[in-house]
């Protein structure tokens, strides 16, 4: 990442972030969607298998997850799987193409074909985590009793001990709109925070509990929803926060695939907590690359992004 560039860069809602190499591969994609051609769905695949080949686990979860919601409304994964049924990437692909269809459509068909794939992933691939992720998410959609769920967690953490999707996905099934409370959330992040390196893909975890719970008073309403913005006073709160600001945009301090995802997070709960002047080298290392969360809670992203980024430089 280039942080800290004077040069404000045109904002637009970037799902490969910075990762330049997703970046033309997303391109390429959307040129053979347009073409029509007959032959563009195999061509696609061609692409895909051939960008899929790396076993970094952080970079290798981030793509996938990318590519499957990018392709989630075509027949591109389904027709991998399709063509090789023992390619357990092609088959986690086409698992998490079916988790994001379903959930855009409150459609859960394909939920159950989901979890088969990922089954199958895990036996054809021991060492690799990304079945066990998806697994996770399923786990959440189907409700899997408590053991069930840990146990598809522990298994996870065997294969790539810091994963940040894992834990995102965790921390959300612990929450009360899942199967859990906020007192296991703020256990959860307790736990992860005096365990973890400073700099662990899953670094966001606290900070992105914060920003839901926050997100989730003001949704109520009322005059609770007015008195939100109280929430940053808490000294815990305020402590992730001041760690987040302090150390997150130093040069090469976070590595990780998804790194400007989570700067979005702290740029946000920043600008909440009425802290523009702190946000504002948070902006400068994002660039251009904005998030739909946790912007869209304040209505459209990219808009939302903005107006709190100029915000942040207007700030003294």
């Known amino acids: 990442m280039s942080f800290l560039s ?3 860069k045109a904002s637009r809602i970037m799902l490969e972030l910075d990762d330049v190499h997703l970046g033309k591969l997303l391109k390429s994609l959307r040129t053979t969607m347009r073409s029509g051609a007959i032959a563009s769905t195999d061509l696609r695949v061609s692409q895909i298998a051939d960008f899929l080949k790396g076993r970094d686990w952080d970079r290798h979860t981030f793509h996938l997850e990318v590519l499957a919601h990018f392709l989630a409304d075509t027949p591109v994964p ?3 799987a399709e063509q090789q049924p023992d390619n357990a990437t092609a088959l986690v692909l086409h698992a998490w193409s079916e988790l994001f269809r379903a959930r855009a459509t409150g459609n859960s068909e394909g939920v159950s074909r989901a979890r088969t794939n990922c089954l199958r992933a895990a036996d054809l691939a021991p060492l690799d985590p990304t079945p066990w992720i998806v697994l996770l998410t399923v786990s959440r959609l189907e409700r899997y009793r408590t053991a069930d769920t840990f146990y598809v967690w522990n298994e996870i953490l065997l294969r790539d001990r810091w994963n940040r999707e894992a834990y995102l996905s965790m921390m959300r099934y612990l929450s009360p709109d899942e199967a859990g409370s906020r007192l296991q959330v703020l256990e959860f992040v307790d736990s992860l925070r005096s365990r973890m390196p400073m700099n662990a893909p899953c670094a966001a975890t606290e900070l992105t509990s914060q920003v839901l719970h926050y997100q ?4 109520r309403g009322g005059v609770e929803g007015l008195m939100a913005r109280n ?3 808490d000294i815990h709160v305020t402590a992730a926060l001041d760690h987040a600001s302090r150390h997150w945009t130093q040069p090469s301090f976070l590595s990780h695939a998804a790194a400007l995802a989570d700067l979005n ?3 946000y709960a920043l600008t909440s907590a009425d802290r523009p002047r702190e946000a504002r ?4 290392a994002i660039g251009g690359a ?5 912007w869209q809670f304040e209505g459209d992203p990219l808009t939302a992004f903005q107006r709190a980024q100029s915000r942040a430089e207007a700030s003294r």
């Open 6 to 8: 004077t040069r404000r």
């Open 231 to 233: 929430y940053w006073n």
């Open 216 to 219: 989730s008073i003001r949704a």
């Open 281 to 284: 080298p948070v902006f400068r």
């Open 290 to 294: 904005v998030t739909s969360w946790p």
């Open 78 to 80: 389904s027709k991998w």
């Open 265 to 267: 997070t702290l740029a």
